[in-house]
């Protein structure tokens, strides 16, 4: 099936949910936020390049490639208005891109190409997502919540290299999701504390993103907040990709502005 299948079918599955979220919105003012910082990202998982199953071809990007945590960015803009007929939009942007070198302890096999046992390997893992989210919201007092739809772009590679050649696998695509936001504000302090969840499931692809986090935001719009967020990305047959099974999670840091 394809992406563009997939996505229609998690539409249709959402439809009535926006609709009604739609006419129950609570108005509010048109207005612009956004927000950048720092994630620090510890990466985690396997990886398969091969159709045929085998021990070798399936790497552990800890253990065989010696990827563990590095700090990437991530950013976000959205913009809210009055019209309850029409979603508010939200695009999201988080960049996945580690560098590891080490020596194997086991003889591999990746995209075709033996690595021998006790060679210099160097790895490289990069993974850019970007989102874009159609979501209302469904209650707008000193808490709120935005429940929508949207859809990720994902595009990346893994490349494995020794002092002979090197193989990599690529992979590019769409995954729809579900979005839920919640927040939370304490009155006349300008102290916040909220968190998202994203997430699909479908024939053996399977995302689930989720943050927890809290800030403070000026009178003037600017602010800082901080958190923890924790990504599952599983694909299969996805591109060179046979099959990926993803974990990214760590804390982050960042400055915030709305108006």
């Keep these: 099936m394809t992406q563009l299948k997939r ?7 959402f439809a009535l949910t926006l609709v009604w979220a739609s006419a ?23 990886a398969q390049s091969s159709s045929v199953p085998s021990a070798l071809n399936n790497l552990d990007l800890q ?3 010696g ?12 913009l809210e208005h009055p019209i309850p007929v029409l979603p508010n939009i939200r695009l999201d942007y988080s960049e996945i891109s580690q560098t590891a070198t080490g020596q194997l302890d086991r003889v591999i096999e990746f995209s075709g190409r033996s690595f021998d046992l006790s060679a210099d390997v160097l790895s490289e893992v990069d993974l850019e997502q970007t989102d874009l989210i159609l979501y209302y919201e469904i209650l707008d007092n000193l808490v709120s919540v935005d429940l929508g739809l949207g859809a990720r772009h994902i595009e990346g590679f893994v490349r494995v290299a020794d002092a002979s050649g090197f193989s990599s696998a690529e992979f590019e695509g769409i995954l729809p999701m579900g979005y839920l936001g919640i ?10 504390a909220g968190g998202s969840v994203r997430g699909v499931a479908y024939k053996g692809d399977s995302l689930f993103d989720v943050t927890a986090k809290f800030g403070w935001e000026s009178k003037l719009g600017l602010g800082i907040e901080a958190g923890y967020r924790i990504m599952e990305l599983e694909l299969d047959d996805f591109d060179d990709v046979q099959s990926a099974d993803l974990s990214i999670k760590g804390p982050f840091a960042g400055l915030t502005f709305s108006f």
């Design 7 to 13: 996505f229609q079918l998690v539409a249709s599955t």
């Design 24 to 46: 129950s919105a609570a108005a509010t003012l048109f207005g612009v936020y956004a927000g950048g910082g720092v994630w620090s990202q510890d990466i985690s998982g396997d």
């Design 63 to 65: 253990q065989d490639l």
């Design 67 to 78: 990827f563990g945590t590095k700090r990437n960015v991530q950013l976000y803009a959205g």
């Design 183 to 192: 927040r939370g504000d304490l009155p006349f302090t300008g102290w916040w």
